[in-house]
């Protein structure tokens, strides 16, 4: 299981942005987040083009199979959603992590439960303005 943002353990930073511009704010080699919503395509697309690691927030089935088609490296999702969409992940092998999102350690017991492939907490996303 995968844990981002867990105070014991070093991990790697999320950077949230909500355009373009906003990677430029970010440090090298960074993992950057958005929502998956169609007006974030021509960001996904610029991602992908550049080679630059992203999740997406996804709240639906579909938009996972859809974000792991696109090249997502991680699907974030809030636990009430998890199962369902990682039990798609693992039947289409999906490439991209299913993480599930937490503000705080009470929540972690429910996304093991859940058999996600990780977790998370809210403190491993910087939110990025331009």
């Known amino acids: 299981m995968l844990l981002f943002g867990h105070p014991y353990i070093p991990s790697e930073q999320f950077y949230h942005i909500e355009t373009i511009e906003s990677i430029r704010h ?24 550049h080679s630059v690691r992203f999740g997406l927030h996804v709240d639906k089935v ?3 199979v859809v974000g792991e088609n696109l090249g997502a ?4 999702v809030l636990p ?3 199962e ?17 999102y937490i503000e705080d350690m009470d929540h972690l017991d429910n ?3 859940m058999r996600l492939d990780g977790a998370i907490f809210a403190d491993a996303i910087i939110k990025i303005t331009s």
């Open 26 to 49: 970010t440090p090298a080699n960074s993992i950057v987040t958005l929502f998956f919503i169609p007006e974030n395509l021509d960001i996904i697309s610029h991602l992908r083009q």
């Open 62 to 64: 579909t938009d996972a």
């Open 73 to 76: 490296s991680y699907l974030i």
């Open 80 to 82: 009430k959603h998890g």
């Open 84 to 100: 369902a969409i990682q039990k798609v992940a693992e039947h289409y092998l999906f490439d991209a992590k299913v993480l599930g």
């Open 111 to 113: 996304i093991i439960n």
